[in-house]
């Protein structure tokens, strides 16, 4: 997408990384939004904040987490949690989101709370859903605002799931007031290394999903090495992914939507050309 070539009310947004952050603030190309990931900004100054705030007096900015571990036993982190609020009183984002996962645990020996580097999948259950709804209303009432909870990418799965997937999202959203960033990637993922048709399994799971729940939606790429698929975001969305992206923007509408490319980060206008690519379905739908 190069300048002009896109709607005036884009849908889409990039997110906002290092490699793009002078060319981007100098061509300022027609985006919805901007998506950073929230932890990268928690330093009281600096030159990274500095940038995040230019950025922030061009376009509409979104804070996405990877820490706040919402579905953790441990609990929340408080001194993640003031660092988050903090940013946000900052950058007055558009959408603050982080992910549906736990990666705080205490260790046996002397109960110390320990972070996992990783999203580790929550148990479907309703003690699970119980522990998210806790944990999200406690982070809306820090924040002041609603956030956005996104759906993961996992590997394994727990016996002891009892909730459809869609379900216990829609019962987090109806419980806790949250709204749904809704990762297609990450479902597509999901159903190819369950060796089940993507194209069906994710619009199934998208038509069980409540529309107004929906706030945000994610497009990436994955690796596929013939064993395993990983969801790494270092290339071009793929063709499953595109398809169930016209299948849900025919069930919600068109949605505010991000084009995730976090490794092997591509020139600007790769990522733009994707971006237009997202922007031209929404304009189709609309």
């Known amino acids: 997408m190069t300048e002009g070539t896109a709607m005036a009310s884009p849908q889409v947004g990039i997110g906002f990384r290092q490699p793009h952050y002078r060319e981007l ?16 900004f928690f ?5 990274a904040l500095a940038v995040l705030q230019q950025a922030r007096e061009a376009y509409p900015v979104s804070l996405h987490g990877v820490g706040l571990a919402l579905g953790s036993a441990a609990g929340l982190d408080p001194w993640h949690l003031d660092r988050l609020a903090q940013l946000v009183r900052r950058v007055e984002p558009r959408f603050v989101s982080d992910h549906a996962c736990f990666a705080r645990a205490p260790l046996a020996d002397d ?38 909870v ?37 479902l597509v993922v999901n159903a190819l290394n369950s060796g089940v048709d993507p194209l069906a399994s994710v619009c199934a799971h998208v038509d069980a999903l409540d529309a107004e729940a929906v706030h945000e939606i994610h497009l ?12 790494d975001h270092g290339s071009r969305v793929h063709d499953p992914v595109w398809q169930v992206y016209r299948h849900t923007l025919r069930r919600f509408g068109p949605v505010p939507t991000l084009i995730e490319w976090d490794t092997d980060v591509p020139a600007l206008d790769v990522l733009l050309a994707e971006a237009a690519r997202a922007e031209a379905l929404a304009r189709e739908r609309a």
């Open 43 to 47: 330093a009281e100054g600096g030159a």
């Open 150 to 186: 996104e759906n993961l990418s996992a590997y394994v799965a727990w016996a002891d799931d009892a909730i459809p997937e869609p379900e216990f999202f829609n019962q987090l959203a109806r419980r806790s007031g949250c709204g749904l960033l809704l990762d297609l990637n990450n």
């Open 111 to 148: 109960g110390a709370i320990v972070h996992a580097n990783d999203l580790l999948p929550i148990a479907f259950t309703p003690a699970s859903l119980d522990l998210m709804v806790n944990h999200v209303s406690q982070v809306q009432e820090r924040l002041r605002r609603p956030m956005l």
């Open 220 to 231: 990436a790429g994955y690796h596929d090495d013939g064993e395993i698929v990983i969801d």
């Open 25 to 40: 603030l100098e061509r300022r190309p027609p985006l919805a939004f901007l998506e950073v990931h929230s932890e990268n």
